[in-house]
């Protein structure tokens, strides 16, 4: 049994040393900004508070932030763990526990934060298809916008030591695992783990984690957007605004979404998605192939494939790490020579 099952990622936390710059990136991805105590802030329609976090400094990544259902579970972990329950200084209040992971990524559990009402999303009309023909007299008409952003959906992180990293999230946390990835057999690389909440649909994962080499970091930060039509006019915008596009737009493999991603100014990687995986807790975690991560079931070829290499830290990245573990795995000295 876990500690306390958290109910959802809450927010990730950077610092930046230009929070105009930031700004501008962030309202032109979909968030909604406002600056409070010298930090900005961007906030999504789900009625939360915040989503994303800037503080001013050098650039880098602060803080995860995980959502407990309740105070009461933060005080069970608080004593678990031997920390204090502390006020969150931050828009919306609330409670926080503050932890330190294994790889010193600091991970901040929040509850009873003053939650807001939800706004209304774009119409995502029906579809007709040869099968079907539902919209009949009623013609698609689309402004150009930013997309939508709904709410934060998940995370990857890189660590040092996979399995060490999965027993500290999932023994706190409650985390499931979705998908699992080897780059052989009963060789992980890392895996995609989701909330659990019994019978409740959950995203197919929520927190990634990826055992790799060189420097740690987060690899990407995830936001869901209506539907697909206000991911291509995002994707659009972006686009005319001259912002960086790290790859998208196309349907992942493991999780199934739709996505399209971008680089903020200062090199942090953010995805746009919509049409997720859902799972409940009685759905086993599968084993998936290495090859399943980056490829395609349609769309825009992961950057390393198309011939383009952006600098990290990036999917592309991710990939090239992988596969220097690999050869270093398999890597054997010839018969009769020093290893």
Not at 208 to 228: D, R, S, T
Not at 300 to 318: I, Y
Request: proline content about 8%; glycine content about 8%.
């Amino acid at each position: 049994m876990s500690v306390i099952r958290i109910e959802d990622i809450a927010h990730v936390r950077y610092a930046a040393p230009d929070l105009v710059a930031m700004r501008g990136f962030l309202e032109d991805f979909g968030l909604a900004c406002f600056e409070a105590d010298g930090r900005l802030y961007g906030r999504a329609s789900d009625g939360r508070p915040f989503v994303h976090v800037t503080e001013p400094g050098a650039a880098r990544f602060l803080a995860l932030g995980l959502r407990a259902a309740s105070v009461d579970d933060l005080e069970r972990l608080a004593a678990h763990e031997g920390v204090a329950v502390s006020d969150l200084a931050d828009p919306g209040g609330g409670k926080v526990v503050r932890l330190t992971d294994p790889d010193g990524y600091l991970v901040e559990v929040i509850a009873g934060q003053a939650q807001g009402e939800t706004a209304p999303l774009p119409a995502d009309p029906p579809r007709n298809t040869a099968a079907a023909s539902p919209r009949f007299r009623a013609a698609i008409r689309l402004e150009p916008s930013p997309s939508h952003v709904r709410r934060i959906g998940h995370a990857v992180l890189k660590v040092r030591d996979f399995r060490t990293s999965e027993a500290w999230y999932k023994q706190r946390f409650g985390l499931l695992t979705s998908d699992e990835v080897e780059a052989a057999k009963d060789v992980p690389l890392g895996a995609f783990m989701r909330c659990d909440r019994g019978d409740q649909p959950a995203d197919h994962h929520t927190l990634f984690l990826a055992q790799l080499p060189g420097e740690l970091g987060i690899l990407h930060a995830a936001f869901e957007v209506a539907n697909l039509d206000d991911l291509m006019l995002g994707h659009d915008h972006l686009k005319a605004r001259g912002r960086k596009a790290a790859w998208g737009v196309g349907r992942h493999i493991m999780g199934s979404q739709v996505f399209d991603y971008w680089k903020d100014p200062f090199g942090n990687e953010l995805e746009h998605w919509t049409d997720g995986d859902l799972f409940t807790s009685a759905d086993p975690p599968q084993k998936m192939p290495m090859s399943a991560l980056l490829a395609v079931q349609w769309g825009a070829p992961n950057p390393l494939f198309a011939g383009r290499m952006p600098p990290p830290p990036t999917l592309v990245s991710f990939f090239t790490a992988l596969m220097l573990r690999i050869k270093r795995l398999f890597r054997r000295p010839a018969q009769g020579t020093p290893a």
